[in-house]
């Protein structure tokens, strides 16, 4: 049974960095795309992706800000996000990129002066 555990978040101020860490457990970690989800009010959106190969891909609004990564070795997927802005604000998840219908409990990420 697939178990993601996301964490990192908190209160920065714009401009700020995070590195947000998702820990997935129960799965063959290695062979699957692995993404980054966030939800403000309104619908999920998919903001990173990583393939089993390593091969990115981001939404526009953050590309040239937040880099995905993964450690096989260690089941994780990361988000290195810098220069913030307010309207990243949201709960992050990782999921499978297509995603799995279990999600985690997400991390809170809130950019404000």
């Known amino acids: 049974q697939v178990q993601l555990v996301e964490s990192g978040g908190g209160l920065v101020q714009p401009g700020g960095s995070l590195r947000l860490s998702c820990e997935a457990s129960?799965?063959?970690?290695?062979?699957?795309?692995m993404g980054w989800y966030r939800q403000a009010p309104g619908q999920r959106e998919l903001v990173a992706s990583i393939?089993?190969?390593?091969?990115?891909n981001y939404a526009d609004s953050v590309k040239g800000r937040f880099t995905i990564s993964r450690d096989n070795a260690k089941s994780t997927v990361y988000l290195q996000m810098n220069s913030l802005k307010p309207e990243d604000t949201a709960v992050y998840y990782c999921?499978?990129?297509?995603?799995?219908?279990?999600w985690g409990q997400g991390t809170q990420v809130t950019v404000s002066s």
């Open positions: 393939s089993s190969g390593s091969r990115t």
């Open positions: 129960g799965i063959i970690f290695k062979i699957y795309a």
């Open positions: 999921n499978a990129d297509p995603p799995w219908n279990y």
